[in-house]
C-alpha cells in the first residue's frame, strides 16, 4: 500500500524533494525484452524540460535520467528499473521566510500540519519537480504500448484554455502542439495566449489551463469494473499531478446538460467492424475502453506562487504578508502536459497488463 | 489488486449482478468494537431507494441488507463484515432482444468484447443496482467517522443541477434535500426541476445531473501524497459511479479562468486557530485536507435507457434499432447522491485510517 | 490491502466465523468463460467435510456452497465469484465458560487482547471452519489450471506423518490417499495411525502431523522475484492454515545438513528438454519454478481443544483449568490436506497469472 | 502489486544488480519525526558486509548507503525515503561462459526460461547482494519499532546449525554472537564449525546452516488474521532470502511429533500479568503475538557455488561442466543472519503500523 505508488501491474513508485539530493523512481513489472536505454527516456524528459521560454519557470535542471536496474544490453529484463535524476541547480540560499510561512495555495500548511515537519527548501516533495519522474516512467509506458499496441497506439495531449482564453476548436490541429511555446493544438489561440501570458505577468499574478490528452490505437476492452474502471484510473491518475483541481472524460459536464437522446453514442457496422457516431463518452463505457479516442480533460488553478503580495500565517499562527519571489511559471499548465500524458500513458500500460492477465489467459 | 475492491485500509470488495442471486460486499479493516447492525444500515440503503417517487426507477427492491459476518452483539469484532442484499424483485421475462443487442451509451458493447460473455439480464454487473451495496459499506464508513471525528463530522450532498438548471447558490440550504424528490438543496429550483422532468420523461429522453457532496468537520492531513492524495482517492471514488463523467474539486474547472491574485486561498488568524478566507481549493492542499470544508461536484450524463429509438448493432454486427422499455429512471443522477456520499464516507474512512496508521504512531 | 484476502491477480477475500451466519468469500479476476457452478465445486468440498470417520469431528456440516455472482449460464463472467456457505449445525448451547476462559493453544487470549472483543463462539473467526472458502476458492483456481495447463497439470497431497509416526517413503503412492480415512499416501502406516491415533484420543489428547502437497505439470517460469517468489508465496500460503507452524520446500531443513555436492540439482538434455537429476529444490530455484514436481511440505501443531484438563486463565486473569469438550478431531492435520491442496493451487493461479501478465505480454 | 515491494503499511521497494550501477531501495509510509542519517543505517550494513573473514565470501564491498529523500535535518519527514548503494567491486572480466551455462541450483536457469533474457554477471537480479537492501530497509525498521515500543524490543538471532553440527542450546547465549565469525550463540559450536568449514572448503564443497531470529518486547496483539497473519507474513519475509527452504515458527515441525498434552502453552497469573509457562507456538497464536519471545527458525541451503565440477547444460542445451571459481561463502547461511533480522524488524514494523491502523483508531 505504498502512497507513493502507482499502478497495479504497470506500476512505479517515486521518490525525492526538489532541493533533496535527488528524485526517481522504481518501475516494476516491466515485460522482459523491451528495448529501454537513457537515450530513449530522455527526449521525453527534454520536453517536460524547464528553462525553455518566458513562459516557464527559469529554474535551469538539466533532468538527465541515469537507469540503475532493470535494464541489460539495451533491454529490460523483467527486474525493476530504478531511475535517479540528481537535482543539480540547488541555488545555496537563506530559506529563513520560506521556512516559516506558508504560501496561500501552497502545500506548505498542510504538510505542515500533517506530519509535523516538512522540507520547506523549493516546496520539498509537494514541488512539481515530482512530475519528471511521472514523464521518466511514462517514457517506458510509452515504449511498452507502441510495443504492444503497434504504430496505430499514440498518446498525445496540448492545453486547451489559459485563463479565459479557449481554442477554437475547428482548428485544433494537435500537430500544432509542437510549433509554440504552450503546446497549443490552435495555433491562433497561441498567439493570442502570448499577450495575454505577458499581461499576467507584468501584472504579477499567474493563470489557470485546461489541458486535452488523448489517445488513439486503444482497443476495445481495457478497464477493470467496478473499481478499476479505466475511467476511473484515469481521474485518479490526473487528480495526482499538481494544481490539477478537475478531470472529465470526453463531454464531462457539458454531458450534465445535454438531452438523453443526444448524449448516447449511437453505433453503426462499418467497414471495419463496429463504429460509432459521436464520442460523447470520451472511448469509455462502463469503465471499459470502446476502441474509440481516448478523450481527457483536467482543470489546472493558476500557479500559487506569485508576486503580487498574500494575506497567509507563519508557523507560530503569526499573519504575515507572502511574495514569492524567484523563478515560477506563470501558467503551470503549461508544463503539465508532458506530464498528463505520462500519466494517461502508465494508466494505458496499467489497464493493458490487467486486461490481458484476465481475459487472455485461457485465449 | 481486486478490481472489485475500494479503499486500501477501510475497503471494501464488492459482488453481485442486477438479475443475481443477490449483491454485497465485504469490508475489511473496520475497527472492532463499533456498534454495528442491520438496524444502522437500512436507513441509508432507504435513502437511495428506487420505487419511491415518479422520478426514479419503478422497479421496487427492498434492498434488505443481511450481516453475514464480523458484528458480534452489536458491535464490530474486527473481523471482516460481509453484508448480502438478496435480488428479489427479478421478474422472469424473455431477454431475447436485450440479449442480443448493444444499447447505446451502455456497457453491452464493452462486456461482451472485453469478456466474450456477458450476464445480459438488466444490465449485469454494470447496472446501477451495485451502488446499493456502496451506500451498505459507506454506512458502516460514516459510523467509523462519527465516532472517531465527534459531532461537528457530516458527509452530505444533493443535486445542483438537472439538465441546463442549475440552482440558485444563494439559496443553496443543505437542509432542503429532504424536503423534495431530488437531493435539491434549493426549493425553488426544485419545483422548476419536477416540470422539467416530467417534459423530459413524456418526450421519451432523460436528463443528466451535477451533484455537490460535502463534508463538515474533516481535521487538517487527511490524505497520503503523492499518490494517495485526498482528491486523487475522490476522483477515483466518484468515477466508479455509474454515468459519472467529470469530477472537480473546490472551485474545479472555474478555477481555471480565475485570476492567480484571486485563486489561491488566503489565510489569518482566528479565535479557533488558523482560518481560510476562502475555499476555492474545495478543502485540500497539495493532496491533503485544509480542516475547511470538502467540497466535490460530479457530473452525471443522462440516463442511456430511453424509449426513443436509437440505432445500434448486435452482437453479430448487424445493425439495429433499440429501444428500451421497462422501469428506468429519467434522471439517474437523483439517486446517485446518497451512493456519492458513501463514496466520500468511504474514502474519508479510508484516508483518516491510512493518516493516522503513519502519522499517529510515533505520537 | 485486505487482510482477509490472499493473491494479487487470483484473489479471494474470506469472511465468516463459526457459528454466525455463514462463511463464504469473493474471488476476483477469475478469467472469463470458464465453466463452473456449484456441482463443480461441491466436490472438493465434501473431501473436507467433518463427520465422515470418527478421526475428524463429529460436527455436521453440509458445507453446501451457493454461487451468488460471477457466473452465467455456466461459465463464469468475469465479474467477482461470490460464494457463500451457511452455517447450519449451530447447537444452541450455553457459551458461559467458553466466553470467559482462554484455552490453552487456542486464539482466544490473542484475539481478546487484539480486538478487545471476539464472538468465542466455536472460536469465532478463529475457527478451522473457516477453511472451508478456501476449498471452494481453490477449486475455481484448480479448475482454472487444468484449463491452462492441461491434463499433465495436478495438485495432490496427504498426510506423511502423525504423532511421531511417518510413512515409509519407498511405499508412498498417492492413489492411496483416498483408501484411508487419513489422506495417507502409505497403506500400511494408514493401518498403524488407525491404532495410534485411537489411543490418543482415549488419552484424551490429540496429535500433530506433517502434511505434504505436490504439484505436477508445473511450467518452468511461475514465480515473480524478489518478494513475490513462488515459495514465499507458497510459505505465506500455506502458514495461514490453522495449526500450521512450519513449511519447508523440496528438502527443506534436511538441506541444511547435506553437503554443498549433493544439494544442487545437477543438469542434463534428456528426450524432452532439460532435465533435473534431483529435485533437493523441491521445483523451485530463485523463487521461480523449474518445471520439476513443486514438493512443500507443512507441519500441523496437535489439536489444541482436549479433554485433559489444562492450566489457563479467564477474562479477569483469575487462573482456571480448561476442560475442552465436545466434537474435536484429534488430528487436525488430517482434513487439513484439502485445504493446503487449494492454498496449493490458490498459490499457482495466482502465480500463472501474474507470470503471463509480465512475461507474455509482449510475446 | 508490485513484486518488488515487501509490507503493507511499513512498506518497501527494492531494485539492483549485482553488477549493474547499484542497488536500492524505495522505504514508503515511515512515520514522520524519526531520527535518521547514513550514520544510522550503515551500522547495520557492517554487520552483513563480506570480506571480514575467510568464512564469507572475499567480494569487497563497502557497502555505503547515500540517503537520497524523505530525510530532513536528521529527521523522516513522512515522504518515501530512497537508499542506494553503488556497486563498487565489479572486476572487469570475460562472462563468456557463466554467460552461456546454468550454474545448479542457482537461478540461471530459471531466469532465462522466465524472462527470455537475463544479466548473468554475478548473478544479476538473483543475487544475495540484493540482501544489502533489506539490511538499510530493516534498519528503519528497527529504528521505529525502538521508538515505538521502548528499550525492552530487540530483534536478534544468529546461526545455530552449519552443515550437521547444531549448537548445544543449554549453551545458547544471544550475547555470544558476536565474538566469532558466525553469529554462533554458542562458543564452544562456534569454535567446532571453524575447522569443519575450513573442511568443507578444501573439499570444494559446502555447507547449509539453520538460523534462529528472536525478537524480544513485542506487544501481544500484532497480526492481522485471517491473511495477514503474523507468522504467515514472516514466513513470507524468510522465504525470499536467498536459499531459505524451511521456516518453523516456535516448535515448528518438532511440534508435529509432540503430544497434545504438552503442545499447547499453558497460562497462569504472574505479577505482571498472564504468562505463558511455554512457548511452543513461539510467541504467536492465531496469528497474532502473544507477548512473549517470537522465535523463527529457518534453513539454508548450502551455497551452490563451489569448485567441484558438476553437471549442467548451457543456453543452447548442450551438456556441460560447470566449475565455479571467484569468491563465494563457503555458507552463505552466515551471512543471512543480519539478512534475517532486517525481514524480522521489517514484518513486525509492518506490522505494528497495521494493527495501530485498525485498533488503535478508536482508542
Known amino acids: 500500500m505504498s502512497d507513493n505508488s502507482f499502478g497495479k501491474l504497470f506500476s512505479f513508485t517515486s521518490f525525492g524533494e526538489s532541493h533533496g539530493a535527488g528524485i526517481g523512481c522504481i518501475v516494476d513489472n516491466v515485460p522482459p525484452r523491451l528495448p529501454l536505454s537513457e537515450a530513449i527516456i530522455q527526449p521525453y524528459l527534454d520536453r517536460r524540460k524547464p528553462g ?13 535520467v541515469e537507469i540503475l536496474s532493470g535494464v541489460f544490453e539495451g533491454q529490460t529484463t523483467g527486474t525493476p ?3 535517479l535524476i540528481r537535482n543539480k541547480d540547488q541555488r545555496s540560499k537563506d530559506y529563513g521566510e520560506i521556512a516559516r510561512q506558508y504560501r496561500p495555495g501552497h ?35 510509452d515504449q511498452l504500448l507502441k510495443a504492444a499496441l503497434g504504430p496505430s497506439y ?3 495531449g496540448g492545453v486547451v484554455q489559459i485563463g479565459p482564453h479557449a481554442i477554437d ?7 500544432e502542439v509542437d510549433n509554440n511555446p504552450f503546446f497549443c493544438p490552435d495555433p491562433v489561440a497561441a498567439q493570442e495566449w502570448e499577450a495575454y501570458l505577458d499581461g499576467v505577468r507584468k501584472e504579477g499574478s499567474s493563470a489557470g489551463a485546461i489541458l486535452e490528452i488523448v489517445a488513439d490505437g486503444i482497443p476495445v476492452g481495457l478497464g477493470q469494473p467496478i473499481y478499476g474502471k479505466l475511467d476511473s484510473d484515469l481521474a485518479a491518475a490526473m487528480m495526482t499531478i499538481n494544481a490539477v483541481k478537475g478531470v472529465e472524460i470526453g463531454g464531462g459536464f457539458a454531458l450534465s446538460a445535454m438531452d438523453g437522446r443526444e448524449a448516447g453514442d449511437e453505433m453503426r457496422t462499418g467497414p471495419d467492424g463496429p463504429e ?7 472511448g469509455v463505457l462502463g469503465g471499459i475502453s470502446t ?6 480533460r483536467i482543470a489546472i488553478k493558476p500557479t500559487s506562487s506569485i508576486l503580487t503580495p498574500r494575506q497567509s500565517i507563519n508557523v507560530d499562527g503569526e499573519e504575515v504578508d507572502v511574495v514569492t519571489k524567484g523563478r515560477h511559471d506563470p501558467c503551470v499548465g503549461i508544463r503539465g502536459v508532458p506530464v498528463a500524458e505520462a500519466m494517461m500513458a502508465i494508466t494505458l500500460a496499467d489497464a493493458l497488463m490487467r486486461h490481458r492477465a484476465q481475459c487472455g489467459l485461457l485465449d
Chains 1, 2, 3, 4 share one sequence.
Open 154 to 156: 499514440r498518446v498525445r
Open 107 to 141: 502545500a506548505d500548511y498542510t504538510y505542515q500540519e500533517k506530519y509535523g515537519i516538512r522540507d520547506y527548501r523549493g516546496g520539498g516533495r509537494s514541488s512539481a519537480r515530482e512530475t519528471a519522474v511521472r514523464v521518466a516512467a511514462g517514457a517506458i509506458a
Open 52 to 64: 525553455q521560454n518566458r513562459f516557464v519557470t527559469q529554474r535551469r535542471e538539466d533532468d538527465e
Open 291 to 296: 476502441g474509440q479516442q481516448l478523450v481527457v
Open 276 to 282: 460509432f457516431l459521436s464520442n460523447n463518452n470520451g
Open 81 to 83: 528499473v530504478a531511475m
Open 169 to 175: 476548436r475547428d482548428r485544433l490541429d494537435w500537430d
